[in-house]
């Protein structure tokens, strides 16, 4: 059971414009949602994260909105950057559930490339 | 302030041997996690540990596989009697208490042969 998803496994955006990864999540305990960001043979990287008390958060380039309703989360990235070619994940946390860990539910990735 | 740092970065086991792998948090992270990303896959939560106590495990294999994070030295995964399906990036993440950020390591990568 995919709790969550990230049905877009490919991105292809040109530098300077908007990118777009969305993500949708199907378990309502979901309190806390993160964006990680991964190159080849690496970790993953922290991006941006966002509480279910919020629908927006801001980071400089990167805003990641939450719409609770639809169970869904996106990430925007503008300007996109050649060096924001990498994979992206979107990932899920219920805290009560966890007493205050961080286990994460991942999805499967979303590969963005940038072109010139 | 170091980063969370996996050992080894790869390592190779023939079928039927044992694997270690070797996780130390962050300075001052009580919490260390880990996860599993097999080919073309997503990263899978295996077990969440603090110093000394298995808080979750429920992402384990239930046999072959173990954890502990002792009260000193870095946290440890074992892998017994590793099979070709073992084969797979495990990667350690660190977090502090209560804090929703896991930072994590630059992961080990497990090939069996």
């Known amino acids: 059971d995919q709790q969550v998803k990230q049905n877009s496994p490919s991105l292809s955006v040109q530098e300077g414009r908007i990118s777009i990864l969305n993500c949708d999540y199907t378990n309502s305990m979901f309190d806390y949602f993160l964006w990680y960001k991964k190159y080849p043979a690496e970790g993953p990287t922290f991006l941006i994260s966002i509480s279910s008390i919020k629908d927006k958060n801001e980071d400089g380039r990167f805003t990641v909105f939450l719409n609770k309703s639809a169970k869904h989360l996106s990430l925007h990235i503008v300007p996109s950057q050649p060096g924001d070619s990498a994979v992206y994940f979107c990932a899920a946390s219920a805290k009560l559930l966890t007493g205050g860990g961080n286990k994460l539910t991942f999805g499967t990735g979303t590969q963005l490339k940038v072109e010139l | 302030n170091a980063g969370v740092m996996q050992n080894p970065r790869h390592l190779v086991r023939r079928r039927g041997q044992e694997a270690r792998l070797r996780c130390s948090p962050m300075?001052?992270?009580?919490?260390v996690y880990w996860y599993r990303q097999l080919p073309e896959e997503g990263l899978k939560f295996m077990v969440y540990?603090?110093?000394?106590?298995?808080?979750?495990e429920s992402g384990m294999p239930k046999e072959r596989f173990s954890a502990e994070f002792p009260k000193e030295g870095p946290s440890i995964l074992r892998i017994q009697q590793v099979v070709r399906g073992d084969s797979a990036a495990y990667f350690c993440?660190?977090?502090?208490?209560?804090?929703?950020?896991?930072?994590f390591g630059q992961g080990t990568r497990l090939t069996v042969v």
């Open positions: 993440a660190s977090s502090p208490w209560m804090n929703t950020e896991a930072f």
């Open positions: 540990l603090q110093k000394e106590n298995i808080i979750d």
């Open positions: 300075k001052g992270h009580s919490h």
